[in-house]
Nanobody
Framework: QVHLVESGGGLVQPGGSLRLSCASS????????MGWYRQAPGKEREPVAV???????NYADSVKGRFTISRDNAKNTMYLQMNSLKPEDTAVYYC?????????????WGQGTQVTVSS
């Protein structure tokens, strides 16, 4: 079982920056893939960025060049550095972890952290 806790959300002006953190209750070195999703009011939850255990990353087109995902196995923490924030980035951001065991995947989610971009 993996317990994930997000932090770092808040209110920021357009053009500003925030860094989200996702702390795991246990080691993340064995987690195959970790990522960030977001859900804006009235919209579906959507993927933002993912990072594999090997360090490969992938981003949604809407955040490419502005957001950076990373993971620190020594601290059992994943991060999302968000720069040049826009009002449309306003959403609840969730971290997720996926673990593959004998071909079966288990996914775990945090409780979410609110990001509001507004002047």
């Amino acid at each position: 079982q993996v317990h994930l806790v997000e932090s770092g959300g808040g209110l920021v002006q357009p053009g500003g920056s925030l860094r989200l953190s996702c702390a795991s209750s246990g080691s993340i070195s064995s987690i195959n893939i970790m990522g960030w999703y977001r859900q804006a009011p009235g919209k579906e939850r959507e993927p933002v960025a993912v990072v594999t255990s090997g360090g490969s990353t992938n981003y949604a087109d809407s955040v490419k060049g502005r957001f950076t995902i990373s993971r620190d196995n020594a601290k059992n923490t994943m991060y999302l550095q968000m720069n040049s924030l826009k009002p449309e980035d306003t959403a609840v951001y969730y971290c997720t972890a996926g673990i593959a065991t004998n071909g079966d995947w288990d996914y775990y989610w945090g409780q979410g952290t609110q990001v509001t971009v507004s002047s």
